[in-house]
């Protein structure tokens, strides 16, 4: 069974809470050197299919804010990797991010002085959906890469977390229970259709009319005038069911703007391309096998943390935007874990809304579980530094105990009188 985000997050990680690795060490445990420079954390947030930079809201501020609060001797910096086109080829996208993540890793350690070269920043990867797998994928490529295979990781990427990416694909269920917005599209759709007829018997009659290039030429197989809401964003069945009618009831239309269309076509295919990966059941198994053979043999902590629904009728069974890996080894389950929302509609508004405390109650709890695996990565990769007598003079981390707890935190706010505005900026 996978873990969940509310089973004690406050306390130190044990065996059970993360298994496929041997103990954390305690994070109270004293260095064998003392740290004059501090070290360099960066927490990189990678958004999703047809995400944006602004996908994770305020919460890399808090994760930055929280850890900076809790670990000594560190720097933390969040860092959201610019917005990016979710089409074409996964591995493109790989190879752009991880050209990126080189550049920014060398010009941090460089100006961060002190002499202590190649890995002294330590990098969590955070993905959002489809920015999971981009994740995964660039972290195995930098371990696949290295020319000498004794080397040790660089970038030193010490974590993995995956935000609601669906590793083992998307539920059957995210398009079943939200078949009522998929029926509104296909209405769009149709309404657009009976607009392109109109157009198409306006191009038939001999009186003159406005040149062609004057309607919006996208609207075969774009998303209706709704197209910005979260469905749209993650609904490619909707755009297939919606681009289908309207082939069909446009096909005089098609020929008139058929250059048009060849782009647009392009476009959608492009796209599709990219969430095809989903559909890869053999390619995405053999993805977290390969991502469970980096973390045993370079202790990079991988952990996915998945939204869950309660129960609702007819199926009384709770409701998971991503499939679990319920056939899998206990040791695989134990990486997935409990992210639960008992706001969002239906498991699309959960995936969308992850990142807002409006949309998601989950999520100053979605926080504190983070800091604990970053914390505990930390602690990980200084134990090993210590074990392989690579140590960049660190100081020892403060116990997960220490992380602000969200019902003292509440207790200290109604002690204060404060009001619910600057509650909020305590928890950020």
């Known amino acids: 069974m996978s873990t969940s985000l509310h089973d004690t997050p406050h306390e130190p990680p044990n065996d059970t809470k993360h298994a496929g690795h041997a103990p954390s060490p305690s994070l109270s445990e004293s260095s064998p050197h003392d740290s004059v420079a501090p070290d360099i954390l960066l927490l990189i947030f990678i958004h999703g299919f047809k995400g944006t930079d602004t996908t994770f809201a305020r919460f890399p501020e808090r994760m930055q804010h929280l850890l900076t609060e809790t670990l000594h001797n560190v720097t933390v910096e969040s860092i959201v990797f610019p917005a990016y086109e979710t089409k074409g080829n996964l591995a493109e996208a790989v190879e752009r991010f991880s050209d990126w993540l080189t550049t920014l890793t060398v010009e941090k350690e ?32 930098f371990a696949n890469t290295r020319p000498d295979r004794s080397a040790p990781l ?9 935000y609601d990416t669906p590793y083992y694909g998307l539920h059957p269920h995210v398009f079943k229970n939200s078949a009522t917005k998929a029926t509104e599209y296909v209405a769009s759709a149709q309404k657009t259709a009976s607009s392109l007829w109109s157009t198409l018997s306006g191009l038939q009659s001999p009186t003159k009319s406005a040149p062609a290039s004057a309607a919006q030429p996208a609207g075969l197989l774009s998303s209706p005038s709704a197209g910005e809401t979260p469905w749209s964003r993650w609904a490619p069945a909707a755009y297939a069911v919606g681009g289908a009618l309207l082939a069909g009831a446009a096909a005089g239309a098609a020929y008139y703007r058929r250059n048009e269309l060849t782009l647009v076509s392009a476009n959608v295919l492009d796209h599709m391309r990219y969430v095809g990966n989903l559909w890869d059941q053999d390619a995405l198994s053999k993805r977290v096998e390969d991502v ?25 069974t709770p409701r998971t935007f991503c499939i679990l890996p319920k056939d899998k080894s206990p040791e ?38 983070t800091a604990d ?7 990980r990769s200084r134990a090993a530094a210590v074990d392989t007598g690579v140590v960049h003079e660190e100081q020892p981390l403060p116990s997960a105990s220490s992380a602000p707890n969200s019902a003292r935190v509440k207790q200290e706010a109604e002690m204060m009188q404060v009001n619910e505005a600057e509650m909020e900026d305590l928890l950020l």
Request: net charge negative; glycine share 10%; with cysteine.
């Open 332 to 369: 695989i389950k134990a990486h997935f874990a409990e992210a639960r929302n008992a706001m969002a509609e239906d498991e699309v508004q959960a995936h969308v809304g992850m990142f807002e405390p409006s949309t998601n109650d989950g999520y100053y709890q979605l926080g504190l579980a």
């Open 292 to 316: 469970l053979e980096i973390e045993k043999e370079h202790g990079v902590v991988f952990k996915t943390l998945y939204t869950i629904l309660p129960a609702m009728p007819p199926d009384y």
């Open 373 to 379: 695996i970053i914390r505990d990565a930390l602690a």
């Open 154 to 162: 660089w970038p030193h990427i010490i974590a993995c977390i995956a």
């Open 110 to 141: 460089v100006a961060s002085g002190g002499g202590h070269g190649a890995g002294k920043a330590k990098i969590v990867l955070c993905g959002h959906s489809m920015g999971g797998l981009l994740a995964a994928d660039s972290l195995l490529a």
